[in-house]
């Protein structure tokens, strides 16, 4: 089956652009969520979805971060007015439940120049 | 906050055995562990669950120390495929966070 699909891939944007990251998981995880994760360190949490709602976004940095799961499968992470610190690579990851194996998209690599 | 692990970086020959550490100042209740290679993405070890459980495949296992709020990852044997950055993770609450990782090297 289908694994977790990220897109794009890779993104390059000029510094104060909007952008949106697509992620759609696998079918049927219900727990979603989303990291980023810059150049030797771990992933840091940003946001984690049961269902439809955002049960924890107290990794969002700041009120730029936004992000959506309407339907409670596909969700896209939206950043307004992005930054140059913006740049690291965005990972998603799915799980059947909140305390199970998390299986991870390839990520989006965002470079703000 | 996050776990920590340690050590930050260990280099092995083939062969050779190596233990990571991940603790946490506050209670697990369960410890997942994912090994990263470059330009990858992270890809899931094993889970454990309870504390005292241990769990292992391959020559990589993994033990978890509820009491003292631990968990250690053995790699037994090392092959060149083990290379990458290790990470424990844990629930804090509703959320999902990893330690800082650990990146293993393993030489010819």
């Known amino acids: 089956g289908a694994g977790v699909s990220q897109t794009p891939s890779n993104k390059v944007t000029e510094k104060g652009k909007y952008v949106e990251l697509r992620c759609d998981p696998i079918s049927g995880h219900t727990a979603l969520y989303w990291y980023r994760q810059s150049l030797g360190q771990g992933p840091e949490f940003l946001i984690y979805f049961q269902g439809t709602g955002a049960a924890d976004d107290s990794g969002l940095p700041n009120d730029r971060f936004f992000a959506v799961r309407p339907e409670g499968s596909v969700s896209t992470l939206k950043i307004q007015r992005t930054e140059r610190g913006d740049s690291a690579v965005y990972l998603c990851?799915?799980?059947?439940?909140?305390?199970?194996?998390?299986?991870f998209g390839e990520g989006s690599r965002l470079t703000v120049l | 906050q996050q776990p920590v692990q340690s050590p930050q970086a260990v280099i092995l020959r083939e062969g050779e055995d190596a233990v990571i550490n991940c603790s946490s100042s506050k209670a697990l209740y369960s410890v997942h562990w994912y090994r990263q290679k470059h330009g990858e993405a992270p890809v899931f070890l094993m889970i454990?669950?309870?504390?005292?459980e241990q769990k292992g495949h391959d020559k990589i296992s993994a033990s978890f120390n509820e009491k003292k709020q631990q968990s250690s990852l053995y790699l037994t044997a090392s092959q060149l495929s083990y290379s990458g950055t290790y990470f424990c993770?844990?629930?804090?609450?509703?959320?999902?966070?990893f330690g800082p990782g650990t990146r293993l090297s393993v030489l010819p």
């Open positions: 990851a799915s799980s059947p439940q909140r305390t199970g194996e998390l299986f």
């Open positions: 454990l669950l309870k504390g005292g």
């Open positions: 993770g844990t629930n804090y609450g509703q959320n999902f966070v």
